[in-house]
């Protein structure tokens, strides 16, 4: 299987701090990698290359053979870890947003989504609790024909309904012919999403492989294999 | 169904159907559940439920018709060694423990016996 995303030696450094130490990464074309680290581990600074909000100050990004840019944008569809709409609107402006402005924005799939998570269309943003947030973003966010889903933390701080609901919503719109990368500390509820894992420390990979074969050869579950690497 | 054994996912996929298997909640030539469905249902990537299901193949206890799915084998005699195949792991498993508490063969036949 060819590679959709290409890591080379990248380096990033706010300041003093290093949040990224020439990290190597190279992502199949088609599954599901889990990015699993701590807090400060470097996962939102790598989140933010890819999605070409910050630049490395050292080494290469390519997504489907290009650096970060207009075309990676139009080809991956990002959700980030924290709310990206604005207060005034409700949901259907929402989705006349991204309608607006992707191109691969497929509506009927938004309106399917968003009832499967409970949500109807004149719903205010403002007036959302954290878990309806994630579901609406989320549901955006999928409902791009995108090569490549980038989700940041998608259950960090929603309750025990809504993660669920988030998680079938994944595995029900995944799709070989895309990529989804997914960043979580909360490797429990996540780990049997992930076809591949990558724990990452100190802003670099310190394991990486095919998750039933990490179970297999370690004899344990990702989370106590995870618990193991920064416990 | 808790995934909590220190196994890979598909092998417990592959215990779980098994077990179905042998206690007749799945019968033969059952159809079993769409790679998706089950993918949905136990919010497994579904990758790792194709894994299960092309082991079982490869165990001879499911077939695959193309574009009809994947159903339970017709072989009852597969199912019935089957079914002594796990009676005799659980059997191990406990002979196993039960000598690590130090107790002889007889002891453990009286105990059984009880």
New interface residues.
């Given amino acids: 299987m060819e590679d959709i995303i290409k890591i080379k030696g990248i380096t990033k450094t706010y300041r003093n701090k290093r949040a990224l130490d020439s990290l190597s990464l190279n992502i199949k074309k088609g599954g599901v990698i889990g990015i699993l680290g701590p807090n400060g581990s470097g996962k939102t600074t790598l989140i933010k290359i890819l999605t070409g909000l910050l630049r490395p100050n050292k080494g290469e990004v390519l997504i489907d053979g290009k650096t970060p840019g207009t075309y990676t944008k139009s080809i991956v569809s990002y959700l980030p870890d924290r709310n990206f709409l604005y207060e005034w609107m409700n949901i259907e402006d929402a989705i006349g947003f991204f309608k607006d402005f992707y191109e691969d924005f497929d509506e009927d799939k938004a309106i399917n989504l968003l009832e499967f998570m409970g949500l109807n269309k004149g719903m205010k943003i403002k007036e959302l609790s954290k878990g309806m947030h994630e579901k609406l973003n989320l549901s955006l966010v999928l409902s791009r024909n995108a090569k490549v889903y980038i989700l940041d933390e998608p259950i960090a701080g929603v309750d025990p309904v809504a993660r669920d609901q988030i998680l079938d919503a994944i595995v029900k719109n995944y799709n070989e012919e895309s990529t989804m990368i997914i960043t979580t500390h909360l490797v429990r509820d996540m780990e049997n999403l992930f076809d591949d894992v990558a724990f990452l420390r100190g802003g670099t990979i310190e394991l990486i492989g095919n998750a039933e074969t990490l179970r297999e050869e370690k004899g344990m579950q990702i989370d106590d294999l995870y618990k193991e690497i920064f416990g | 169904m808790n995934?909590?054994d220190?196994?890979?996912?598909?092998i417990q996929i592959m215990n779980y159907i098994k077990k179905e298997m042998v206690i007749r909640k799945i019968k033969e030539g059952d159809k079993l559940p769409s790679v998706r469905e089950l993918?949905?249902t136990?919010?497994?990537?579904?990758?790792?439920i194709q894994?299960a299901y092309t082991e079982l193949e490869r165990e001879g206890l499911v077939f695959t018709q193309r574009g009809m799915g994947t159903f339970a084998t017709e072989d009852i005699e597969k199912i019935e060694s089957l079914k002594k195949d796990m009676a005799k792991s659980l059997v191990d498993n406990f002979l196993i423990d039960m000598q690590s508490l130090n107790f002889s063969k007889e002891e453990i036949k009286k105990l059984i016996d009880l």
């Fill in positions: 995934f909590k220190n196994l890979p996912i598909y993918s949905t136990l919010t497994v990537n579904p990758n790792t894994r």
